[in-house]
């Protein structure tokens, strides 16, 4: 068994199931970073045009425009790209797909054609490939890339990769700014632990967009057979400390009944109406 069905049980094939699998993933990742960071004085916007037609580029931008990054986008923004000085970055998310030398040329194929058409000067743009799964050592040494002095990020010393670092989900620190988008990490158990760490928070705090796009990651999750709904509820809802039941019955109060109840035993059922 390879390192990346180890991670998550996802089988490396080009199936049509695995398309659209990853195609609704960058679609609800492009959404969770919008509904975060857009309230927040930050531009962002998916499938930047590449000239004046198709195709277009299947990756999201994020554009500063104060000197620095704001406390309050920090609260948001994952390691490596907090870190960055640059004010426009490039994200690309790899979520069936693992990291190797095609996906490094597609990255420097995306950062090449944004500075073309911008007229920008490298500094001023950084693109980070954000990868699901975690990334195979000797793919590392064949890429050029070894690991920073942050934990999941990392970069290479070859000054034509010096704009593109590799974020590895499954390996950055539980930190509360991680979170979110360590909801497309591959491990499972990780991504019930931060989905358990989020609902700890006081949801009602957060926009109702926001809110809406983790019940529809939750929605995918048990759509393609990753997570189910019954695991979400009997381990995270009603055998969780620091979930008071108001909170659980509030968040499963955004379900429709259908999509609560499916998969439940009887007895379960009961509990979660």
Not at 181 to 197: A, E, G, M, P, T
């Amino acid at each position: 068994m390879s390192q990346s069905q180890a991670d998550d049980g996802r089988p490396e094939d080009n199936s049509i199931e695995k398309n659209t699998v990853s195609q609704a993933s960058h679609v609800l990742f492009g959404c969770m970073m919008k509904e975060s960071l857009t309230p927040l004085n930050l531009e962002v916007e998916s499938e930047y045009e590449v000239g004046k037609g198709p195709p277009k580029l299947d990756v999201l931008i994020i554009r500063r425009t104060g000197a620095r990054w704001s406390k309050a986008q920090l609260e948001f923004l994952p390691d490596g790209i907090r870190q960055s000085n640059c004010k426009h970055v490039i994200l690309e998310l790899k979520y069936t797909e693992s990291i190797n030398k095609t996906a490094i040329f597609q990255t420097i194929g995306y950062l090449g054609s944004y500075l073309r058409l911008k007229q920008f000067k490298p500094e001023k743009v950084c693109a980070f490939i954000v990868s699901s799964k975690t990334p195979q050592k000797k793919v590392l040494k064949q890429i050029g890339f070894e690991q920073t002095d942050i934990k999941g990020v990392y970069h290479s010393k070859d000054c034509l990769l010096s704009n593109i670092q590799l974020i590895s989900l499954n390996d950055l620190s539980d930190a509360p700014y991680n979170l979110w988008i360590k909801l497309f990490s591959s491990k499972i158990n990780q991504r019930l632990s931060v989905l358990k760490r989020i609902l700890a928070f006081d949801l009602k705090k957060f926009n109702i967009g926001l809110v809406s796009i983790l019940i529809k990651i939750l929605k995918f999750w048990n759509m393609i057979g990753e997570i189910s709904m019954q695991r979400i509820q009997k381990d995270i809802l009603y055998e969780s400390d620091g979930i008071s039941d108001e909170l659980a019955a509030w968040f499963l109060s955004m379900f429709k009944p259908e999509d609560r109840l499916r998969g439940l035993q009887p007895e379960d059922r009961l509990r979660g109406l």
